[in-house]
């Protein structure tokens, strides 16, 4: 476990996210940031052996989700989420944490919606948690997967 390492809020990890793409002139989607979230918790899985957030991944058919998240987002459909309206930026409690979340927004931005999809449905994390009840995409079997 990194030092200092703690659970964020997974409504300012997606803020942190849209923002990002605002930034660097890139529609994102509510089923985007979904997977993006589940990259960046498989990322601080396997880097820190703790999850970046407590919230569940669900599995669904279009992808991975987290229920709060995707209701949140739920209005905009498969048009893009605006620029959120709240200041300021998230505070990761390390620098290595904010290093570990930039690196995962800035390595996925530039794959395309389809390829993004395309792995994740491809990866057996997703894949088993359609098939049991619950459809939770636990850590331990993101962790084991990535490793």
């Given at each position: 476990?990194?030092?200092?390492?703690?659970?964020?809020?997974?409504?300012?990890?997606?803020?942190?996210?849209?923002?990002?793409?605002?930034?660097?002139?890139?529609?994102?989607?509510?089923?985007?940031?979904?997977?993006?979230?589940?990259?960046?918790?498989?990322?601080?899985?396997?880097?820190?052996?703790?999850?970046?957030?407590?919230?569940?991944?669900?599995?669904?058919?279009?992808?991975?989700?987290?229920?709060?998240?995707?209701?949140?987002?739920?209005?905009?459909?498969?048009?893009?989420?605006?620029?959120p309206?709240k200041?300021?930026?998230?505070?990761?409690?390390?620098?290595?944490?904010?290093?570990?979340?930039?690196?995962?927004?800035?390595?996925?931005?530039?794959?395309?919606?389809?390829?993004?999809?395309?792995i994740?449905?491809?990866?057996?994390?997703?894949?088993?948690?359609?098939?049991?009840?619950?459809?939770?995409?636990?850590?331990?079997?993101?962790?084991?997967?990535?490793?």
């Open positions: 476990m990194a030092e200092g390492h703690i659970k964020y809020d997974v409504f300012e990890l997606s803020d942190y996210i849209i923002k990002f793409y605002h930034k660097n002139k890139k529609p994102i989607t509510n089923n985007r940031l979904n997977d993006i979230l589940y990259f960046v918790q498989a990322y601080f899985l396997m880097q820190t052996d703790e999850v970046c957030f407590v919230d569940d991944l669900v599995a669904r058919e279009n992808g991975p989700v987290v229920p709060a998240v995707h209701r949140k987002y739920a209005e905009y459909g498969i048009d893009p989420i605006p620029m309206k200041p300021g930026k998230m505070m990761a409690s390390t620098p290595e944490d904010a290093q570990l979340l930039y690196e995962v927004v800035d390595y996925t931005f530039d794959w395309s919606n389809s390829m993004m999809s395309n994740v449905h491809d990866q057996r994390p997703y894949r088993h948690a359609l098939n049991v009840p619950g459809r939770i995409i636990t850590p331990e079997k993101l962790k084991k997967y990535f490793r």
